[in-house]
C-alpha cells in the first residue's frame, strides 16, 4: 500500500510541475516588462546592470525595485533559478551588489 501512495505522490508532484512550468511567463515577456518598467536614473543603465546580475548568478531578474541604501539609489532583483529564489541589492549607479547573493 506504501508504495501505491509514493506513486500518487510522485504523479501529483508531476502534474503541479508541469503545471508550473506552462503556467509561467514567457522569457520574452519578463524581459519586456524589465525594459518597459521607468528608470529612476541613467535610463539604460539599470539594463546593463540587470543583464550583468543574470551573467554573474546564472538566474533570471523577475523583479526589479527602486529603493535606497544609505542615502544612495538602489535596485533591489529578485533572481529566480531552477534551485531558489532570491533577492539581491544592487547600486544602482555602479553594479556594486550590497546585499544579498
Request: charge should be positive; glycine fraction near 6%; hydrophobic fraction near 45%.
Given at each position: 500500500?506504501s508504495a501505491v501512495w509514493g506513486r500518487w505522490?510522485?504523479?501529483?508532484?508531476?502534474?503541479?510541475?508541469?503545471?508550473?512550468?506552462?503556467?509561467?511567463?514567457?522569457?520574452?515577456?519578463?524581459?519586456?516588462?524589465?525594459?518597459?518598467?521607468?528608470?529612476?536614473?541613467?535610463?539604460?543603465?539599470?539594463?546593463?546592470?540587470?543583464?550583468?546580475?543574470?551573467?554573474?548568478?546564472?538566474?533570471?531578474?523577475?523583479?526589479?525595485?527602486?529603493?535606497?541604501?544609505?542615502?544612495?539609489?538602489?535596485?533591489?532583483?529578485?533572481l529566480l533559478s531552477d534551485q531558489r529564489v532570491?533577492?539581491?541589492?544592487?547600486?544602482?549607479?555602479?553594479?556594486?551588489?550590497?546585499?544579498?547573493?
Open positions: 500500500m505522490a510522485v504523479a501529483k508532484l508531476a502534474v503541479v510541475s508541469a503545471i508550473a512550468v506552462t503556467c509561467s511567463p514567457a522569457p520574452a515577456l519578463a524581459q519586456q516588462r524589465l525594459v518597459d518598467r521607468p528608470a529612476a536614473n541613467q535610463g539604460g543603465n539599470n539594463d546593463r546592470i540587470i543583464d550583468a546580475i543574470q551573467k554573474r548568478y546564472h538566474a533570471r531578474v523577475v523583479r526589479v525595485a527602486d529603493t535606497q541604501v544609505n542615502g544612495r539609489a538602489a535596485l533591489e532583483l529578485r532570491w533577492t539581491v541589492v544592487v547600486d544602482a549607479r555602479s553594479g556594486e551588489v550590497l546585499s544579498g547573493g
